[in-house]
């Protein structure tokens, strides 16, 4: 199951910016698509995906700045 993640990850080298831009629209796509089939059934847990979302974008963005400000500097 390694040897799978390691090749998954190596193919992921090779992506263009089209190609990123296409595996987003996937991602959204499907969240899009399971929103609107479990509206009512997830709508309690709405919390949870906000922090979800919240604590997930700020990882995201410390690794990229803390990446931009340690070349720059």
Known sequence: MKDFYQKIQATFRYFTIFDMGIFKTCLISIGIILGIYFKDTL???????????ILSWL??????FGVYWS???
């Open 71 to 73: 070349k720059t500097s």
């Open 43 to 53: 709508q309690p847990a709405l919390w949870l995906f906000w922090t979800l979302f």
């Open 59 to 64: 990882y995201i963005m410390f690794k990229i």
